[in-house]
């Protein structure tokens, strides 16, 4: 266990659980390195159904925007497309995705570096975790290391997480941003009914990561808040602060509304990641105090394997003395995962140490359930659920160059490549991941 003292801890990756050598290097130099392939659930074929099931291969697209520029091409609003999951902006990405339009419009949309196949009819469309997971190839380069030391390291790291059976399902670097990491932030203030700074939290608030002109538009806003005089400076390539800067140069005042003109996945989003952040913390306490990932003990709470074999997240089970050697089983077996909470207005918190842990963040937070009923923003509403502390690992296989490492597995759905990855390369810096 190796303490992480980098900009990582801010969204609460404060931990690695190996405490082997670091490899070092980057992450998508270029999108060819960091392939990923959707190991997708297809919806039945129906001749005549009014959806299109199609695939699609995109590179370099952020997904709200993929969807806004597919939206436009077929002259189709945003909610009518559908898809399992998102992906990685700086990657090559392929997965299903529905349309509410005919499969002949589909196949026939162009759009820059996104190529649509497979296209079928269907009835259901596609909605967010709809898929069984991902396959992943990805080029780590410039390591630090060479040679016999980058075999040493690489052997060590996979020998220790083989022991484990996975790795810390921390969620990853993506979830909240890794220019600049605010997503989070933002969900913190909507739950607390600061709209206002959540507003300007996502839309303000420079960070030394990006351009000079976008961290002066962002100070400049923050200095004088003159949305409508914004609108006249703010760099057209941040489309959605654009899109609330204008609501409210329109409407001064209303910070509620412009969050709600914001595309609905982004509103769910902020406070998705906020929940993300605490679990991350959580996690990060749990390896700290040495508590077992791949064992339950008694006071946590277990998520029973559905029939894929993935963590049910809904519908935890309670660990206690009297069934304690049962769940031991089921875990060890693969049927069911120890979780922690990803905290909203539903949850149920664990006992023991680990409920110990959850309610000792939650209150350093000043939070309560009732937070996440959030009024007039339904999206940002949140009842919480559960999630699995160790990730397994499918078919891990890597291959050391002179100075790069390519590694190729598969991750159930919900998991992240980085997460798994920065136990290898323990660089800890947002960007190089």
């Known amino acids: 266990m190796l303490d992480c003292t980098s900009r990582e801890a801010v969204i609460g990756l404060e931990i690695f659980y190996t405490d082997t050598q670091g490899i070092g290097g980057r992450l998508k130099r270029s999108p060819e390195d960091f392939l990923v392939e959707e190991i997708s659930s297809y919806p039945e074929r129906v001749e005549g159904g009014k959806i299109t099931i199609a695939k699609v291969t995109a590179q370099n697209w952020e997904m709200n925007r993929l969807v806004r520029e597919l939206s436009k091409a077929l002259g189709i609003s945003r909610d ?41 009819p269907a009835k259901k469309a596609l909605t967010i975790g709809d898929l069984v997971g991902n396959r992943f190839h990805i080029l780590v380069s410039g390591t630090a290391l060479q040679g016999k030391d980058l075999a040493d390291a690489l052997d060590g790291t996979a020998g220790a997480l083989k022991e484990l059976g996975g790795y810390p399902n921390f969620f990853g670097v993506q979830r909240f941003g890794a220019v600049r990491p605010v997503t989070h932030e933002v969900g913190k203030w909507i739950v607390k009914g600061d709209f206002e700074r959540a507003v300007m939290t996502y839309a303000g608030n420079p960070v030394p990561q990006e351009g000079e002109e976008t961290q002066e538009a962002r100070r400049t806003l923050d200095q004088e808040r003159d949305f409508q005089r914004a609108l006249d400076y703010f760099p057209r390539t941040l489309t959605f602060e654009r899109t609330a800067i204008g609501y409210l140069a329109r409407n001064p ?94 949850s149920v918190l664990c006992e023991g140490e680990m409920g ?74 947002l960007m190089d991941y």
Do not use: W
Not at 82 to 107: C, N, W, Y
Not at 291 to 317: S, Y
């Open 253 to 346: 005042g209303d910070y509620v509304g412009a969050i709600q003109v914001l595309p609905p996945n982004l509103q769910m989003m902020f406070v998705h990641a906020y929940q993300s952040y605490l679990f991350n913390r959580m996690l990060s306490e749990r390896v700290r105090r040495g508590l077992p990932l791949n064992r339950p003990l008694v006071g946590d709470i277990v998520l029973p394997a559905d029939r894929l074999g993935l963590p049910d997240h809904d519908h935890g089970v309670p660990v206690t003395a009297g069934n304690l050697d049962l769940v031991e089983r089921q875990v060890r077996n693969g049927r069911a995962f120890v979780s922690a909470v990803l905290f909203g207005s539903e």
């Open 80 to 120: 009518s497309i559908g898809f399992a999951g998102t992906k990685d902006k700086r990657a090559i990405t392929s997965q299903l995705m529905s349309f509410h339009a005919p499969v002949e419009r589909v196949m026939g949309v162009n759009v820059h570096q996104v190529r649509i196949e497979d296209a079928y």
């Open 356 to 429: 110990e842990i959850e309610r000792k963040i939650i209150a350093e937070e000043g939070l309560e359930n009732k937070d996440f009923m959030v009024p007039y923003l339904h999206q940002c509403s949140s009842k919480g659920n559960r999630r699995e502390v160790l990730g397994r690992i499918g078919d891990l296989a890597y291959k050391a160059g002179e100075d790069e490492v390519r590694f190729s597995f598969s991750l159930n759905k919900g998991c992240y490549a980085t997460s798994l990855l920065r136990e290898f390369m323990k660089k800890g810096e």
